[in-house]
């Protein structure tokens, strides 16, 4: 996790910068004890605050999960350029091995501008498990194929309706306010980039760049790329990490990949 950490050297806030940074976006002084909750991930507080910033990044607070932690959109890069790819580094509270990736991001200093949260849920993560505080798959819980399957706390149990949680719905209003082009979902542990329908193409160009294996499959019931697919067609793909820590060249690879997409 310390690898991609490096000490703050400067932090240049760009404050209602023009252009496609997307409305709102407040920025958040890096040094600001307000800007980190200890109950956002299991770091101690020391090291989170030791968390580099580039210059220009911003971070939103979209709003919280079901056990009140809090959920962040950073907004990386030039600031005065529109992203084009979002990116998710943990939807899965037992699958969080793209948290590195998101981390390593942080701290690059290219200009590419990127849209990322790094962990859709992290009442998941605090607890090991792959579903959310109130036992929802928050990966089977978008309006699109939706079928109630399972009961609490099953690995894809489905919740009572579509987008019932908090993390799901502020997901799908954070995807229809930017409409990315692209949106990267990472998971573990099938070591495979997936895609299905428009996405394939975008998919096999970043899992070419990130020398890993593509394979295409079509999106489960009630999935937020099936999601973003089929209702608004904004292409959207899952990259399936191995199990385990992700080694240090890897996510370098795969941050590249995104950089690059
Ligand atoms: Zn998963």
Do not use: K
Request: proline share 9%; hydrophobic share 35%; glycine share 10%.
């Amino acid at each position: 996790m310390a690898a991609g950490l490096v000490a703050v050297v400067g932090v240049g806030l760009a404050v209602g910068g023009s252009g496609g940074g997307g409305p709102d976006l407040a920025a958040t002084p890096a040094t600001s004890s307000s800007a980190v909750d200890p109950r956002s991930d299991r770091q101690p507080p020391s090291l989170v605050r030791r968390e580099a910033r580039r210059p220009g990044a911003r971070t939103e607070l979209l709003g919280r999960s079901v056990e009140g932690r809090p959920i962040r959109l950073l907004r990386l890069g030039d600031p005065n350029e529109r992203p084009r790819t979002l990116v998710f580094g943990c939807i899965h509270g037992t699958e969080c091995a793209g948290i590195d990736i998101t981390r390593r991001l942080r701290s690059d200093r290219s200009p590419t501008p990127l849209w990322v949260v790094e962990n859709l849920n992290p009442d998941g993560l605090q607890r090991g498990l792959r579903v959310n505080g109130h036992g929802v798959d928050l990966n089977r819980n978008f309006p699109s194929e939706w079928r109630r399957s399972g009961q609490p706390f099953d690995p894809e149990y489905s919740g009572s309706r579509p987008l019932s949680e908090s993390e799901s719905r502020l997901a799908a209003r954070l995807i229809r306010r930017l409409r990315p082009e692209v949106t990267v979902w990472f998971h573990q542990p099938q070591a495979v980039v997936r895609a299905f329908g428009e996405s394939v193409g975008v998919a096999r160009r970043y899992a070419r760049r990130a020398g890993v294996p593509y394979a295409t499959i079509r999106w489960p019931r009630g999935t937020a790329p099936n999601w973003q697919n089929q209702r608004l067609g904004i292409r959207s793909f899952v990259v399936e990490l191995p199990a385990g820590a992700l080694p240090a060249a890897a996510a370098r690879r795969h941050a590249r990949a995104l950089l690059t997409l």
